[in-house]
T-cell receptor, first 114, second 112 residues
């Protein structure tokens, strides 16, 4: 199993550009989520999904869109990048049905918006 | 609502010192509790977990006991190594397990 994969690892954007961060998992997990991590801060939840076709907002959803057309994929779209979106982005997945379910994290995408 | 509070860092220790990182939580019902570790340049990975009161999670010499009476899940290690330098996150999932809530993280640095 590859686990949770994210692409790209690094990205530089100009203000106003759009892009999609890719996330895929091969563990058949229902639950997937996106976090951002800023220096000196913990993880903040952006969006999450409890299954294909179902998404919901987290703590900091503004400026981001998600979709979940398949169990495996959960892309994060930045519609019009802003310098405030400079951060490291992590995707995670887990099996909702298991008590004490562990979240598996991808390696992260480091995004810089100029 | 549910929340996790952990001690602020950074924490700097000498090699072979005893480590405690405090974590307390607020939750209804019976949450599951976790410690995750993030090594430099990497994503988070599970270090240990406990799913019910009085359970002890352990891994790589680290331990934490689920204390419902004090709503705590403190992380301990008897003798830290330089390789333990990382950021440690305490977390919980509620009874529905639909979300995981993280503490703010504690950066640990170990001096040789």
């Amino acid at each position: 199993n590859a686990g949770v994969t994210q692409t790209p690892k690094f990205q530089v954007l100009k203000t106003g550009q759009s892009m999609t961060l890719q996330c895929a998992q091969d563990m058949n997990h229902e639950y997937m989520s996106w976090y951002r991590q800023d220096p000196g801060m913990g993880l903040r939840l952006i969006h999450y999904s409890v299954g294909a076709g179902i998404t919901d907002q987290g703590e900091v959803p503004n400026g981001y869109n998600v979709s979940r057309s398949t169990t495996e994929d959960f892309p994060l779209r930045l519609l019009s990048a802003a310098p405030s979106q400079t951060s490291v982005y992590f995707c995670a997945s887990s099996n909702l049905r298991a008590k004490g379910n562990e979240q598996f994290f991808g390696p992260g995408t480091r995004l810089t918006v100029l | 609502g549910n929340s996790v509070t952990q001690m602020e860092g950074p924490v700097t220790l000498s090699e072979e010192a005893f480590l405690t990182i405090n974590c307390t939580y607020t939750a209804t019902g019976y949450p599951s509790l976790f410690w995750y570790v993030q090594y430099p340049g990497e994503g988070l990975q599970l270090l240990l977990k406990a799913t019910k009161a009085d359970d002890k999670g352990s891994n790589k010499g680290f331990e934490a006991t689920y204390r419902k009476e004090t709503t705590s899940f403190h992380l301990e290690k008897g003798s830290v190594q330089v390789s333990d330098s990382a950021v440690y996150f305490c977390a919980l999932t509620d009874s529905s397990a639909s979300k995981i809530i993280f503490g703010s993280g504690t950066r640990l640095s170990i001096r040789p």
